[in-house]
């Protein structure tokens, strides 16, 4: 008979806190790609009113519009530093996540490695005792016939 493996809970809490960390993971690289995301709409909409800013500017603009241009500019830019930090933020949160899910990878494989074993040397002994019944069964078999 199969003797369970002695370490099933750590590896089923292994297998947890993989899981945990995978799904960590997945919700870091997905903030990330956000970040990201709003950072190029961000970049994108500079570009886009530094051209509409350009092209009024060629027909003439007076000193509040060209004020309120700079004004609004400016805040653009400073929305874009900030984005940038939370994007670098988020960047290096990811990159704490993947080495915490590596780490956690790791300790799972060890685990499922030792547990491997375990089942192998088990099956072995459920062979060779499955084997050893049939030499004797063999065994009476032959003396009953002679």
């Known amino acids: 008979m199969t003797r369970p493996f002695p370490l ?5 809490l292994m297998r947890d806190r993989a899981d945990e ?4 993971l997945a919700r870091l ?7 990201r995301a ?16 350009r092209a009024a500017a060629q027909n003439g603009l007076t000193q509040l519009e060209w004020n309120n ?3 609004f500019l400016g805040r653009l830019d400073e929305a ?4 940038r930090e939370t994007v670098a933020a988020q ?12 780490e956690q990878r790791k300790k799972l494989k060890a685990f499922d490695t030792l547990s491997a074993r375990h089942f192998a040397r088990e099956n072995a002994r459920e062979v060779k005792r499955e084997q050893k019944l049939q030499d004797e069964f063999a065994a009476r078999v032959k003396e009953i016939k002679h």
């Open 69 to 71: 241009f700079q004004h």
């Open 8 to 12: 099933q809970t750590i590896l089923e």
């Open 38 to 53: 709003r950072l190029d709409l961000l970049l994108g909409y500079r570009d886009e009113y530094a051209g509409r800013f």
């Open 21 to 24: 960390a995978t799904r960590n």
């Open 80 to 83: 874009i530093e900030q984005q």
């Open 91 to 102: 960047a290096r949160n990811t990159a704490t996540g993947q080495a915490q899910w590596r």
């Open 29 to 35: 690289i997905a903030n990330e790609k956000d970040a």
